[in-house]
């Protein structure tokens, strides 16, 4: 499998160190990125191609639900996995609609979710990661 790209966005440091801690344990070639907000999120998605998103679902700045449109249209494709501490912000119909890959209530059991963090990531195809060339037809 080649490297593979996860954004997490997550404003919690002890949720950031388990989700590292569960990606290492697969022994996966990834690059986490991380985000705090969805601010940050947002200029990490204007540069970067990512493999699967990790989404909290209360942020700082957001709620996790109401960016989901957002996410989708950015990255279609793209699996992402929702985690809230907050269970009652999870609108599981919406989740649905933007296929989301799976949903995790804190503190979720370990191995489920990186079971998920696997599977999704085996899902994704191989990208070309070069720059597109555009070419004008004169």
Do not use: C, W
Not at 6 to 16: F, K, R, T, W
Not at 32 to 45: D, G, M, S
Not at 96 to 122: C, Y
């Amino acid at each position: 499998m080649s490297t593979k790209t996860i954004l997490i966005i997550e404003d919690s440091v002890s949720a950031i160190a388990g989700y590292m801690q569960v990606i290492e344990a697969l022994d996966l070639d990834v690059i986490p990125l991380v985000a705090p907000t969805f601010e940050k999120a947002t200029q990490i998605l204007e540069s970067e191609q990512v493999d699967l998103i990790i989404l909290d679902l209360v942020l700082p700045d957001v709620l996790g639900m109401d960016v989901l449109e957002d996410l989708r249209s950015r990255n279609p494709e793209v699996p992402i996995l929702l985690v809230t501490g907050h269970p009652e912000e999870l609108d599981r119909k919406k989740a649905e609609r933007f296929r989301v890959a799976g949903f995790f209530i804190k503190p979720f059991h370990v191995k489920a979710f990186g079971e998920a963090v696997d599977s999704s990531l085996q899902r994704v195809k191989y990208r070309d990661r070069r720059p597109q060339a555009h070419h004008a037809i004169l």
